[in-house]
């Protein structure tokens, strides 16, 4: 059940309804969830920011795929795993990859130790170790790669979370 409604830009904050005629206009439309987002324009406006950035991350698009996919496994945001499994499949991954990547590993070892690494982040980052870290980067993984996890991880967990908390399903 639906618990906060859309905005349309003319209903809007000022400042929500300066973002969304902008992507209105580039983009002809908005989603809910950004339309939802725009009751604060301070959540709008760092959502989008941080999605650009995060767009920027040196991890490979298929592999990044994969780890929102186990991410948002583990939130449980139907919405967002949705959103995900088709964004998978458009950057190539088989049924395979996408079932293996909901279950938080990969046939690829070092995909695996990278996508483990990313759902501890959110479960249970007090557990992450020197080990961790050194087996990352056994694994050829670099300093950037290792740091952009985190923005990755909370990423997901911001939209998961916020769609879950206004209750965003997709449609059937």
Not at 52 to 76: C, F, H, N, T, Y
Not at 81 to 106: F, M, N, P
Request: one cysteine or more.
């Amino acid at each position: 059940m639906r618990r906060l409604q859309a905005l349309d830009p003319s209903e809007a904050p000022d400042k929500s309804r300066e973002i969304l005629s902008d992507i209105v206009a580039r983009r002809g439309g908005v989603g809910d969830m950004v339309a939802t987002m725009a009751h604060s324009p301070a959540l709008l406006q760092g959502y989008l920011d941080f999605s650009r950035a995060i767009k920027r991350v040196k991890i490979p698009r298929p592999l990044s795929e994969k780890i929102s996919l186990a991410v948002q496994e583990w939130i449980g945001c139907a919405m967002c795993l949705s959103a995900h499994t088709e964004a998978a499949r458009a950057a190539g991954l088989s049924e395979v990859d996408i079932e293996l990547a909901r279950q938080g590993t990969s046939t690829d070892a070092r995909e695996a130790a990278l996508i483990a690494v990313a759902v501890r982040v959110l479960a249970e980052p007090s557990s992450l170790s020197d080990e961790d870290v050194a087996e990352l980067r056994a694994h050829g993984w670099s300093e950037r790669v290792i740091a952009e996890i985190v923005g990755l991880v909370s990423l997901n967990l911001l939209t998961g979370a916020f769609n879950l908390l206004i209750g965003l399903e997709p449609d059937e």
